[in-house]
């Protein structure tokens, strides 16, 4: 039986995991969790995840959720297929992808998903974005990507010369983020923009784009 | 020969993150004192080891890392032979872990370790705890552990019923709430209780003390 991923393909932390399935070239199903009607809240959602947050999945009698464990058990899973994402086979490669994902979990994604959280989803729940927390996570996001600019001028990639997880986990709120006018911070950095350019240009992420489809109403 | 090396500050909870696997793993390691008043993590040499600017940072020979649950794990897979056992092989296992590893820097750290500025270190600093912050991540943290409570009604520990990562990445936030009011929000969870008393009671936790 296929997996099961719960959630709706506009969250940046469901197209986290569906571009993993696709990279992997893993057979799924897709089933849709009303946002907007906070179907996420409800007690049928909250037995996968107490969090009440998408994406949660099923594969078989496993209950997973957090977009960045479901997409280590699809690598994990299917190490031998597709994309590898984990480089696996090697302890000390595979702890440099796993250090460029925490990168992303702790630095990267705090600072970006404010500013998206800020212009795309509070204008949706009909308030003003808040404009001091908008600037100071640009001007955090600023060093953040001046330290990957100095990486990306050494490997093509953050955790070496091939794309991994590590990459992969930046891809939806960066995707916001250039519909945003501060996609400069992204275009003003040569190394970074050519890495974005990248990843934009993956099969996976041709499939996957279409789905994240909210805008910024005000910049 | 070169050896395990960590460049931290010794009350730092990611350094000691770190620590406690290594101790769990009965490593022999070096330990270089980063002074962070003085600024050190901001500065070269230290910046050069994790350009972030933050401890620990670490060595085994000729590799370097940063990011203290990136260390933790490899050190659990690179050493899987040695001391304890931290993680749990095949793909179901490693997912429970991944997703427990997940739940605990997103969920639990964030807050725990708003708590942990707001009442241990803020007054080291001669700044003032702001009760308001501090009654907020409170609610934010007992959501949390009602989760764990209800976890920890399953199995003996978060990932399965041996000690894991997941467990002992709580625990230098842990350690430090105790020491604060917030502590009864532990105190009132039997299973978070019970469970509290056992992974702080490990040698490897007793050592970073």
Known sequence: MAMKLYGDEMSA?????????????TEFELV??????????????LSMNPFGKVPALQDDDLTLFESRAITAYIAEKHR????????HEDSKEAAIVKLWSEV????FNPAISAVIHQLIVVPLQGESPNAAIVEENLENLGKILDVYEERLGK?????????????????P???????TSHAGLINDRPNVKAWWEDLCSRPAFLKVSPGLTVAPTTN | MAGIKVFGHPASTATRRVLIALHEKNLDFE????ELKDGEHKKEPFIFRNPFGKVPAFEDGDFKLF??????????????????????LGSKDIAGIAMGIEIESHEFDPVGSKLVWEQVLKPLYGMTTDKTVVEEEEAKLAKVLDVYEHRLGESKYLASDKFTLVDLHTIPVIQYLLGTPTKKLFDERPHVSAWVADITSRPSAQKVL
Request: aromatic share 14%.
């Open chain 1, 173 to 179: 709120y960066t995707y916001y983020f250039m519909k």
């Open chain 1, 32 to 45: 849709p969790v009303n946002l907007f009607a906070c179907h996420h809240k409800l007690p049928s959602f």
């Open chain 2, 67 to 88: 990011e203290s649950r990136a260390i933790t794990q490899y050190i659990a897979h690179f050493y899987s032979d040695k001391g304890n056992q931290l993680v749990s």
């Open chain 1, 13 to 25: 932390c469901v197209a986290r995991v569906l571009l993993c399935l696709h990279e992997k070239n």
């Open chain 2, 31 to 34: 330990f270089v004192h980063i």
């Open chain 1, 80 to 87: 031998e297929k597709g994309t590898n994402l984990t480089r």
């Open chain 1, 155 to 171: 490997t093509k990639y953050l955790a070496g010369d091939t794309y991994t997880l590590a990459d992969l986990h930046h891809v």
């Open chain 1, 104 to 107: 992303e979990a702790h630095h």
